[in-house]
Each structure stands twice: as structure tokens, then as C-alpha cells.
């Protein structure tokens, strides 16, 4: 009983840190910022960012 507890209330501090991460970014309005280059790396920081959270996730359960 006591493990559930415990993972429930870190699934509850992961929950809280991932939302205050997100809000902490500032939204970009499509008219201020330009379209990368097509040679631009851009399109790869959104997968890169789900896997450093999936690893970070790993390493707190782990």
C-alpha cells in the first residue's frame, strides 16, 4: 500500500514539474517569428524533446 502511495505522489511531482515547464514557455505567434530554412534542423527539436522527457521519466521511476 505504501509503494502505491509513494508512485502516486511521484507521478503527481512529475505531473507538476512537466506543467510549470510548459507554462513557463512563451508562445510564438506565426506573424513574429519567420519559417526556418529548409536547411534548418528545427523539425528535429520536437522529437528530441519527447525523448529527453521519456528519458527524464525513466531516470525519476528508475
Same mark, same amino acid.
Request: hydrophobic share 70%; net charge neutral.
Given at each position: 500500500?505504501?509503494?502505491? +502511495?509513494? /508512485?502516486? /505522489? #511521484? &507521478?503527481?511531482? +512529475?505531473?507538476? %514539474?512537466?506543467?510549470? =515547464? #510548459? =507554462?513557463? /514557455?512563451?508562445? #510564438?505567434? &506565426? &506573424? *513574429? @517569428? $519567420?519559417? $526556418?530554412? $529548409? @536547411? =534548418? *534542423?528545427?523539425? %528535429?527539436? #520536437?522529437?528530441?524533446?519527447?525523448? =529527453? %522527457? &521519456? @528519458?527524464? @521519466?525513466?531516470?525519476?521511476?528508475?
Amino acid at each position: 500500500m505504501e509503494a502505491a +502511495m509513494k /508512485m502516486k /505522489m #511521484v &507521478a503527481t511531482a +512529475m505531473l507538476v %514539474i512537466m506543467m510549470m =515547464s #510548459v =507554462s513557463g /514557455m512563451k508562445g #510564438v505567434a &506565426a &506573424a *513574429d @517569428a $519567420p519559417a $526556418p530554412a $529548409p @536547411a =534548418s *534542423d528545427a523539425t %528535429i527539436f #520536437v522529437p528530441t524533446l519527447f525523448a =529527453s %522527457i &521519456a @528519458a527524464l @521519466a525513466f531516470g525519476f521511476l528508475f
